[in-house]
């Protein structure tokens, strides 16, 4: 298992390119199942999550071609041949499970492995199951496995959901531009990463409105046709890297970057004293006056704090002036880079969904384990304005969610190397 070598090395700057969302691309690829015709992405991200979504569809029978050195993925769903998402495929990664909805609106039929839990929690799927049961599926859980058809087609409905589940909105989303007749989703998820799939759906002729609203209404359609859809910025590799600069110093652009995918988390940052400059290429960020002020942050849903920037914004807040509160309110265990920070000097204490966090002046290097895709980064981030030398262990967690992280942080300036392990 490789890890990532990184000694503190003072202020950052220069510029930084976002890539396309993991988190959007891993619901566009599965809408390939809604059609005969081609879809091709554009501006995917070089992840490993992306090939273990590839793996996942042509094991379905899609055709998946990667060209420019990854960056598009043309699909090709016209022969599916295999109704069954396996277990040993969808244990790897949860989004496994968003091939449910297009292919029980594609074929009638879908075997799909619950995922199982996950470092950050058990992650079931009850809210995927009532909203495609609302749409006429009949879904029976058998050795693990998801059984779900829709003899005589779905049909739409209007349903609202407990809980605004990203995964459940894309599912339904993707299920319903297939049904027959109207669907209305209440409670919907309003991530960036629906709107984009939206999009997507829409470009291929599906009828879709009120996508990164609450309630989202879909016409079904006979069938869908084939597009070709660029992949929208990566709003978590956005906000992680907006927080390099403002944790080591400096200036940094971040190319590709837009305030409006990363609202609330830029309150944040201005509340703690980071500026943040809109330019013609995407923003710039810097440290206005050395040293972060100490904020409170609850994790929401969009457009909340996103949970997915709550370990990076836990790794500023250590070497924050002052004391706050982060509250971890989507996911059950997502505090577990905080004993890691701990062995860097970090002054943490956790209770339950909430973790307080005493700022230092400087963390201190240290052996640190890895222990989930964020968690990951959140190490590396500290270990960027740390006295020595960090080293990040199972860095393959890193893999999933980040590509090319040592070539764009030491482009800044930072002092980082990827060593292979046993
Ligand atoms: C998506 O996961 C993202 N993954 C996650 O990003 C992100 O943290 C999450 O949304 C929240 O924003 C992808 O898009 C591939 P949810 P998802 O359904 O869809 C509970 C990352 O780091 N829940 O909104 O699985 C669930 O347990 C990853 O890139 C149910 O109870 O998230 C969790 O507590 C991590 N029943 C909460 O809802 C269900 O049927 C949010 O889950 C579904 C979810």
Known sequence: MDSII?????????????????????????????????????????????????????????????MSDGQVLAMSSHDMNNHIADYDIVRKMRASNLVLGPMLARLGHAVVSLPGGCAIGARPMDLHIDALTALGAEIELK????????????????????????????????????????????????????????????????????????????????????????????????????????ICGGEVECLGGRIELVGAFCEKLDEAGISVEETANGLKVSCKNGRAKAVNVTTEPFPGFPTDLQAQMMALMCTAEGNCVLEEKIFENRFMHAPELMRMGA??????????????????????????????????????????ETIVNRVYHLDRGYERVVAKLSNLGAKIERVSGS
Not at 19 to 31: E, Q, R, V
Not at 362 to 388: C, F, H, P, Y
């Open 6 to 66: 990184v000694t503190g090395n003072g202020p950052l700057s220069g510029q930084i390119p976002i890539a396309g969302a993991k988190n959007a691309c891993l619901t566009l690829m599965p809408a390939t199942l809604l059609s005969e015709e081609p879809l091709t992405l554009t501006n995917a991200p070089r992840l490993s999550d992306i090939k273990t979504m590839t793996e996942l569809l042509q094991s379905l029978g899609t055709e998946v071609t990667s």
């Open 143 to 246: 050795d693990g496995y998801l059984h779900a058809q829709a003899p005589g087609g779905l049909k739409g409905a209007v349903h609202e959901m407990r809980f605004a589940s990203v995964g459940a909105t894309e599912n339904v989303l993707m299920a319903a531009t297939l049904a027959k007749g109207t669907t209305v989703l209440k409670n919907a998820a309003r991530e960036p990463e629906i709107v984009d799939l939206a999009d997507c759906l829409r470009a291929m002729g599906a009828q879709i409105e009120g996508d990164g609203t609450s309630t989202i209404t879909i016409q079904g359609v006979d069938r869908l046709h084939g597009a070709t859809h660029q992949v929208v910025t990566d709003r978590i590799e956005l906000g992680t890297y907006m927080l390099a600069p403002a």
């Open 347 to 388: 002054q943490i204490e956790v209770h339950g969904g909430t973790a307080s966090v005493t700022g230092v002046e400087k963390l201190k290097g240290a052996q640190v384990m890895a222990t989930d895709l964020r968690a990951s980064i959140s190490l590396i981030l500290a270990g960027l304005a740390a006295e020595g």
